[in-house]
Each structure stands twice: as C-alpha cells, then as structure tokens.
C-alpha cells in the first residue's frame, strides 16, 4: 500500500537558519503530493502541493518540487522565522478504487529559536 | 466561503462513558474524513464517509463509528471509552469533483478522559 515516510523530529534551528525536511514515498499510482501544517493548539492546513513529477509547490517562502526519480518531496526554507515554528506533515493523495485516498507521514516539529 | 466547523472543541469524559462529536463541512464538499492525533502514535486515520457512505476505515475497534448525513455533515461516536482515547479528533472535507485530494481540516474536538 501507499506510505510517507518523513524524518523524525523534533527540528531545532536558529532563525534565519535554512530548512529541510525529508519526505519519500510510496505509491502504486500517480500520485499528488502535499505538505500540511499545523500551528499551536489548531488543525492541519494546507501548506503547499504539487500534482505532477517535476512540479514545484511553494507558498509563504516554503517550496518543494516532486521528484519522481527519487520519490521524494522535500520541504525546504531558506530563512526560518520563529512564527515557523509548528508541525509539518508530508501527505500523498492516490486514486485507488475510484476515489482519492490520503497517507499521512508522521510529522516534523520545527521549533525555531531566536 | 465558512471553514470545517466541529463542535465541541474542548469536552472532559470519564472512563465508560460514550462521546459524540460533529463536523459541518464546507459547504458543497461530499467527503468527510476523520483523524486521532496524539503525542505518542500521531495522526490516524479513522473512517472517510462519501454521500452517507463509510468508503474507507483505519484500524480502530468497534467502540469508534460514525456516519454522514444527507447534508454532508457528519458525526463520530466513540462508546465505552478508555483512558487512552484521550485525543485531538480533527475532521476533514474535500471536493472530490477536484479531484488532488485536497483535504480542509477543522480545528479539531480535544477529548480529555478521566
């Protein structure tokens, strides 16, 4: 079956430091591919997302591009601010059986220090 | 255009006793998905419902069910409960006419069991 395989946690870094966040997966079909972040006392929301191999998703300075070679989706910054500080969740979504079925990695906290 | 509402957001239970939480969609979205997020096994995935239909179910037991009215709104039920049920419970809607997987999470429902 699909799997998201993130690198465990928790993150430290200095702001203004660069960011990366590992994020492979397994899929049998073509997947979209998502990264979910979710702040301090509230739910998952959408960070950014690609579709298609060699597409790059980016927003709020975040960016990361499908690699299809290598199956990889990695997230990177390059200057992290303290307000960044939150857990990040790498997802994939494949249509299996007529409809989209969402996998989960199991997180990344990033705590940014000042 | 109104988030992902669920309602209760913070509720206290005791052992044995049973739970239900609401999730109000986004309107026009048909998929409702529900997660558990706790500190030690993350974010888990429980049942997916389409048009009052359970598509897809994680790996929970019988105590946890749910189901989806024809307003797209859904609830989930959890009976008998157990210290270990103590949780963050967030509830997801997607277009599925979109067609990426695209999930809108709610604030989520924080479960404490005495």
């Known amino acids: 079956g699909d799997s998201v395989t993130q690198m465990e946690g928790p993150v430290t870094l200095s702001e203004e430091a660069f960011l990366t966040i590992n994020c492979t997966y397994t899929?049998?079909?073509?997947?979209?591919l998502f990264w979910y972040v979710q702040y301090p006392g509230e739910g998952l929301q959408l960070l950014l997302k690609?579709?298609?191999?060699?597409d790059k998703g980016s927003n709020k300075g975040f960016e990361a591009t499908y690699r299809k070679e290598t199956t990889s989706f990695h997230l990177e910054k390059g200057s992290v601010q303290v307000s960044d500080s939150a857990v990040y969740f790498c997802?994939?979504?494949?249509?299996?059986?007529?409809?989209?079925?969402?996998?989960f990695g199991t997180g990344t906290k990033l705590q940014v220090i000042p | 255009k109104a988030g992902v509402t669920q309602t209760p957001r913070y509720l206290i239970k005791t052992r044995g006793q049973q739970v239900t939480l609401s999730c109000s969609p986004i309107?026009?979205?048909?998929?409702v998905s529900w997660y558990q997020q706790t500190p030690g096994q993350g974010l888990q995935f429980l049942f997916e419902?389409?048009?009052?239909?359970?598509?897809n179910k994680g790996n929970f037991p019988g105590r946890f069910s749910g189901r989806q009215f024809s307003n797209s709104r859904s609830e989930m039920n959890v009976s008998t409960l157990e210290l270990g049920d103590s949780a963050l419970y967030l509830c997801?809607?997607?277009?599925?006419?979109?067609?990426?997987?695209?999930?809108?999470f709610g604030e989520g429902s924080r479960l404490t069991v005495l």
């Open positions: 419902y389409f048009s009052e239909t359970q598509r």
């Open positions: 997802a994939l979504s494949d249509r299996a059986g007529g409809y989209q079925k969402v996998t």
């Open positions: 899929a049998t079909g073509y997947p979209s």
């Open positions: 309107s026009g979205h048909r998929s």
């Open positions: 997801a809607s997607s277009l599925e006419a979109e067609g990426t997987g695209e999930l809108f």
């Open positions: 690609a579709t298609k191999a060699d």
